[in-house]
């Protein structure tokens, strides 16, 4: 979100935009004041107001290893897995395991990269699957069970690559034939397929 703004009223916008959000500002040269909660390569942008470390939504970045707390599931997770992974056909554990090794299980997780919710779907998947609220348990669920849908059918219920394909997008996967050698992705796939295999033996 980028907005343009007169100096004068710099402290107004500081405190109605949201509160969770970095902001970057610099003034141009016929003095508007231009304001951004999207950290950008334009070097005229400075960070004029810091997130707070107490902020409600935790930002992750998909498919990491890096350590993070598991949050505590959202009430009724287990039905809305299973009802989403029985409605489109998707192994309910693998479903788990996807939100497991995205979010955490956090419903307010945001990444830097714009992936949000449960299943960190980015703005344009959510709209593709008609997810309206992407913070909404259910919703997000919903439009991430069917985008794992469809890339199960596009790779041939390939789980690998079906896996590899949610964290770096298809394209990538069929520009390589294959898992793209990115690390992130590599580490992503390994970690979703070992929670996947503990899901199922739990049950």
Same mark, same amino acid.
Do not use: C
């Given at each position: ?10 402290? +107004?916008?500081?405190?109605? +935009?949201?509160?969770? *959000?970095? +902001?970057? *500002? ?28 107490? =902020? ?14 598991? *949050?505590?599931? %959202?009430?009724?997770? $287990? ?14 554990? +693998?479903? #788990? =395991?996807?939100? #497991?090794?995205?979010?955490? &299980?956090?419903?307010? *997780? ?13 703005? $344009? ?10 913070? $909404? %348990? ?10 794992l849908r469809d890339l199960l059918q596009m790779f041939g219920q390939n789980k690998r690559l079906a896996v590899a394909a949610y964290n770096a997008g298809e394209n990538a996967v069929?520009? &390589? ?18 929670? #996947? ?7």
């Amino acid at each position: 979100m980028t907005a343009r703004f007169t100096p004068l009223i710099i402290v +107004l916008v500081v405190w109605t +935009l949201p509160a969770w *959000a970095d +902001l970057y *500002a610099f003034t141009d040269e016929n003095g508007v004041l231009n304001i951004t909660n999207v950290p950008s390569y334009d070097t005229r942008y400075k960070l004029i107001h810091k997130e707070p470390k107490s =902020a409600p939504r935790q930002s992750y970045s998909s498919g990491s290893l890096r350590s993070m707390r598991t *949050a505590k599931k %959202p009430l009724g997770l $287990d039905g809305m897995v299973s009802q989403a992974a029985q409605t489109y056909q998707v192994d309910p554990a +693998l479903v #788990h =395991a996807v939100i #497991h090794a995205e979010s955490g &299980f956090n419903p307010q *997780a945001i990444s830097p990269k714009g992936a949000s919710g449960l299943m960190q779907l980015m703005p $344009d998947t959510a709209r593709r699957y008609g997810v309206r609220d992407i913070f $909404d %348990p259910a919703e997000n669920i919903n439009g991430g069970v069917r985008y794992l849908r469809d890339l199960l059918q596009m790779f041939g219920q390939n789980k690998r690559l079906a896996v590899a394909a949610y964290n770096a997008g298809e394209n990538a996967v069929l520009r &390589f034939g294959g898992i793209p050698p990115y690390p992130e992705t590599t580490h992503y796939v390994s970690r979703v397929l070992s929670l #996947h295999s503990r899901y199922r033996r739990s049950g």
